[in-house]
């Protein structure tokens, strides 16, 4: 081909696309100034999101028990064990000598009886929680499985663990009566020198050589974790709520439980001071290397949904009290759908309704100046899920329509 006929031939071409386009933009029916180009848009999905307060905690026995001393009847001899010593129920604590054998035993005998009356009233408790966890509504009726509400669920799982923490109790008071009765054996078989156990698990924390009340204190060997919350933030946090946990020492992350959260400030109230108020997270993992005095980072959620449907705030338009995002609509034109939202979190916004699975939203409305409720839009071309045998059932003035169209809309 010489030069003069591929002059011609490529001015000839110039001259044809340019009247193309004139042609489409001048014509009355034109859709060229009318459609809007969409370049990011996305299926509303459903997810989770969750508020998190973080805050700074500390490692700490879950509990602490007290041990004490009465020297009317009796004079202190020695301690059998020393601070730091890890003991079980049932371990030796200190001796005492007996100076008045019969009003000692009256004594024993009047707290055993005390402590059989507190079993009583705890059983009776625990058979008033058994009745109400066998009233739930059960898993299956008559062979065909019924959902169960989640609040049922979980009322079950918190009268379980209310009742296996009062059979835990009755445990520790029955090896208390077991102590009191071992040392009125001592004194009826004339013994001077008695022996006081103890009834718990733990670690000694405290001796007072002094022989101050408490004489001993007793660390509990499971431990939860502690935080201070501000004036601000205590009445956003609950007994219940979920907590994680995450530290140096273990580089995993723990799911926790908020059990306390205090009414009162830690420190008397001060005008010229702020108050801080104690909470405590207890671990579901036992297992875990923290011990007390361990700090760790935690975060307490105090909302969270699951399930919801999600859009990036950026998709969401604020028209007065009304909120409002853009939807393409399967008849190749945008709606304006009025929504109620909910939970923010890191840029995502939950929505209440207003939108259904699947829907295509447009992902930066704002972006999109000449967007109007009911003008038709055009999408950036997707090559990969382009199919030769859907390009042949189009005849070639509509691909060639549609190709100028998307040129001329390119920004």
Aim: no cysteine; charged share 30%; net charge negative.
């Amino acid at each position: 081909m010489n030069k003069r006929t591929l002059f011609y031939t490529t001015l000839t071409l110039t001259l044809l696309f340019i009247g193309a386009n004139t042609y489409l933009i001048e014509k009355a029916d034109s859709k060229v100034d009318r459609e809007v180009r969409v370049a990011e848009w996305e299926p509303v999905n459903k997810g989770a999101l969750a508020k998190e307060m973080p805050k700074a905690g500390v490692v700490a026995s879950e509990e602490e028990n007290y041990i004490y001393f009465n020297d009317e009847f009796g004079s202190f001899k020695k301690f059998l064990v020393k601070e730091g010593d890890q003991i079980k129920s049932g371990s030796p604590l200190y001796e005492y000598e007996v100076t008045d054998q019969s009003q000692q035993k009256s004594v024993l005998e009047s707290e055993a009886d005390q402590l059989e009356d507190e079993i009583d009233s705890i059983e009776d408790n625990i058979s008033d929680l058994k009745r109400l966890e066998s009233s739930l509504p059960s898993g299956s009726t008559d062979d065909k499985e019924i959902p169960i509400d989640a609040s049922a669920l979980q009322s079950e799982y918190d009268l379980k663990k209310e009742i296996a923490a009062k059979e835990l109790e009755i445990d520790r008071l029955e090896s208390q009566i077991d102590n009191l009765e071992r040392q009125i054996k001592d004194i009826e078989s004339y013994e001077t020198t008695l022996t006081v156990q103890s009834s718990v698990d733990g670690t000694i924390k405290d001796l007072s050589h002094a022989i101050d009340n408490p004489l001993i204190t007793i660390a509990s060997q499971s431990t939860i974790v502690t935080t201070d919350l501000t004036e601000k933030e205590i009445v956003q946090v609950d007994e219940n709520m979920s907590a994680t946990v995450q530290s140096d020492i273990e580089k995993k992350t723990q799911k926790g439980l908020v059990t306390r959260v205090a009414t009162l400030p830690k420190n008397d109230p001060h005008i010229q001071t702020d108050s801080l108020y104690p909470v405590e997270i207890k671990l579901q993992d036992t297992k875990n290397e923290l011990l007390p005095g361990h700090h760790v980072f935690l975060s307490i959620i105090t909302e969270e949904v699951k399930g919801a449907f999600v859009v990036p705030v950026t998709a969401v338009e604020k028209d007065g009290e009304s909120k409002y995002i853009w939807i393409l609509t399967s008849k190749g034109t945008v709606e304006k759908r009025k929504v109620e939202t909910g939970l923010t979190v890191d840029g995502q916004q939950q929505i209440k309704s207003g939108v259904k699975a699947g829907e295509y939203y447009i992902v930066y409305p704002d972006e999109i100046p000449a967007l109007q409720k009911g003008v038709p839009f055009i999408t950036a071309l997707d090559w990969d899920k382009v199919k030769l045998r859907d390009l042949k059932k189009f005849d070639r003035p509509t691909i060639l329509e549609n190709l100028l169209l998307g040129i001329l809309e390119r920004k």
